[in-house]
């Protein structure tokens, strides 16, 4: 497991596809098999992501060159936009010029979860995790209607839509939690936005769980159905 790796003496793992990464072929470096057993053990308890999990949508940058260390694209064309001429806009474009050298197999239609810094370290794992949960909101429509609907309320019991509007994230960030007691998670929900949801705001904290719950429910019924 990870914690046979000493970090302090050994070379940091290079950068790898999961898709290279997960086949049948060895790999340059036994280490990655550390990784990818924790993503294996970790999806394996984290429902949402585990039911959208799916390598070959994962695109690993070869530099870890941006402040985010992961996003999910669910329109890959909607990243190359030249028509505005911002800082927002010029990244998005070297992430969408970047999946796309990396993952010619990709089209402007695909969706890709776009790892800027490695999957195979323990945080990277977690940030894998946490953005293809991002990619089962998108792609599974009850999901996704449940979270709409629970934006309304969010609406209706603090009128804020910008608290609504953050809802996707704050939900993940709290999954994280849920699921892997994610420190960085705790830490971005207590300082990011100007309400602290760690230490204040219990009530707020205790829905959130709850709509957890709805999600893990809807999505085990579903896979009910299917069998």
């Known amino acids: 497991m990870v914690d046979n790796v000493n970090t302090q003496t050994e070379k940091a793992l ?17 280490r990655n098999n550390q990784f990818l057993q924790e993503l294996f053990d970790k999806r394996a308890i984290d429902p949402i992501a585990n039911s959208a ?6 695109v690993q940058s070869d530099t870890d060159w941006l402040d985010a260390e992961g996003m999910y694209a669910n329109n890959l064309s909607s990243l ?3 028509n505005i001429d911002n800082n927002d806009t010029i990244i998005k474009k070297q992430i969408y010029d970047d999946i796309i050298k990396i993952s010619p197999r990709l089209t402007e ?43 309304e309320r969010i609406v209706l019991e603090y009128g804020d839509k910008s608290l609504a509007g953050e809802y996707n994230e704050i939900l993940t960030r709290f999954m994280d939690i849920k699921y892997h007691d994610s420190e960085s998670a705790k830490e971005y929900l207590r300082t990011f936005y100007n309400i602290n949801f760690i230490d204040d705001n219990q009530d707020f904290q205790q829905s959130i769980y709850k709509d957890i719950e709805q999600l893990e429910d809807i999505l085990r019924l579903q896979q009910e159905e299917k069998q």
């Open 14 to 30: 290079k950068p790898i596809q999961l898709y290279d990464a997960s086949g049948p072929q060895p790999l340059a470096d036994e």
């Open 53 to 58: 999990y799916d390598v070959k949508s994962v």
């Open 80 to 82: 190359d936009n030249n």
């Open 109 to 151: 239609e695909n969706k890709a979860v776009y790892m800027a810094s490695p999957w195979n370290t323990s945080d990277g794992v977690e940030t894998l995790l946490h953005e293809f949960r991002h990619k089962a909101f998108d792609e599974n429509p009850l999901l996704n209607e449940a979270i709409k609907k629970n934006q």
